[in-house]
């Protein structure tokens, strides 16, 4: 009896553990990744300060984010000028340069595309996710909607109601093929856009949580 008891208690403390685990694993990689981005910024951005203009060369120590709100001042002038038309001109100028060199062109252009797809807001997002059959009846995939078609493909099919969807590849969701698919074939899913991104980057390993009571 002593045995069993040992071992149920052995369980009950394990399992504790593991949920503990579970619970500040993420709290404890989300702080210390913040740390490291911010320590990784003031490492590169503070070097750049006059010694007459850096705090610490008053205080004798480091402020820690100071860096990272430097960066981020900064970055938002930058945004501010390219708005304009020096700016808008600037711009051209460089990306002009740009397209004149190959390799150069080709990491600049997928780092812009990527950086452009994750941080310009726009009202011109994906409405919905959704599952279809690609690339042939059988296989399912999440993709995304766009809209509704119109115009010459819309009239070009000629079917009742197209929609206009996007299936992401992985881990890379910023490429992927563009397919226009009848609504009657497309299954459309409860989870948001933000949660099927994620499923796909993982690669299926970040599934999203669903309540099957809810219909």
């Known amino acids: ?8 208690l052995f369980q ?6 593991l949920t503990g685990l579970v619970l500040i694993t993420p ?3 989300t702080i210390y990744l913040l740390w490291g981005v911010i320590n990784f910024i003031d490492d590169k951005v503070i070097p750049w300060f006059p010694n007459k203009y850096n705090p610490s060369t008053y205080l004798g120590k480091d402020i820690p984010g100071l860096g990272v709100m430097t960066f981020l ?3 938002t002038i930058v945004g501010m000028v390219t708005k304009g038309f020096f700016g808008r001109q600037l711009i051209k100028f460089w990306e002009s340069l740009v397209d004149r060199t190959p ?3 080709s990491i600049y252009n997928a780092l812009k595309q990527i950086a452009e797809t994750v941080f310009t807001k726009s009202d011109q997002t994906f409405k919905s996710a959704c599952l279809v059959e690609y690339p042939r009846r059988g296989i399912w995939v999440v993709a ?9 493909i819309k009239e070009k099919i000629n079917k009742d109601e197209i929609l206009t969807v996007f299936v992401p590849t992985t881990p890379n969701p910023t490429s992927g093929f563009l397919l226009f698919i ?8 409860k989870m948001s856009v933000e949660n099927a991104a994620k499923l796909v980057i993982s690669a299926g390993l970040v ?7 809810i219909k």
């Open 1 to 8: 009896m002593k045995i069993k008891k040992n071992q149920n």
């Open 12 to 17: 009950r403390l394990r399992s504790n553990f």
């Open 27 to 29: 709290i404890i990689l």
């Open 73 to 75: 001042i900064f970055t």
């Open 103 to 105: 390799v150069f062109r």
């Open 144 to 152: 995304f909607v766009s809209t509704i078609t119109r115009g010459e």
């Open 182 to 189: 009848p609504k009657k074939d497309v299954i459309m899913l």
């Open 207 to 213: 599934v999203p949580e669903y309540n099957e009571k």
